[in-house]
Nanobody, 124 residues
Framework: QVQLVESGGGLVQAGGSLRLSCAAS????????MGWFRQGSGKDREFVAA????????KYADSVKGRFTISRDNAKNTVYLQMNSLKPEDTAVYYC?????????????????WGKGTQVTVSS
């Protein structure tokens, strides 16, 4: 069974940090680019960050550049999102996604697999 399972969300004060993890199973993890998206209440799901199969290439949304870092460990079939200097506007459900034969890291329509999400709430 193919699964992406996110963890690490929670409640944090503005300026704080969280580290999200996404554990993949049932797929050849190193064949996939991995991405993080988020969806705030009443908003569309938006791109946050992505990493290619090796970890050698990353891409970020302008809103998180310099604050968030995406990384992956292919030996553990896991992708991470380190979030620092969190702001109330980062509050959202964060989703992990996998893209086979990646051709557009920032388009949610190009991702093949999705996790169920983890809630991140940043208080002011």
């Amino acid at each position: 069974q193919v699964q992406l399972v996110e963890s690490g969300g929670g409640l944090v004060q503005a300026g704080g940090s969280l580290r999200l993890s996404c554990a993949a199973s049932g797929l050849s993890f190193s064949n996939y680019a991995m991405g993080w998206f988020r969806q705030g209440s009443g908003k569309d799901r938006e791109f946050v960050a992505a990493v290619n199969w090796s970890g050698g290439y990353t891409k970020y949304a302008d809103s998180v550049k310099g604050r968030f870092t995406i990384s992956r460990d292919n030996a553990k079939n896991t992708v991470y999102l380190q979030m620092n200097s969190l702001k109330p506007e980062d509050t959202a459900v964060y989703y992990c996604a996998a893209q086979y034969r990646p051709d557009d890291f920032s388009s949610r329509l190009r991702y093949d697999l999705w996790g169920k999400g983890t809630q991140v709430t940043v208080s002011s």
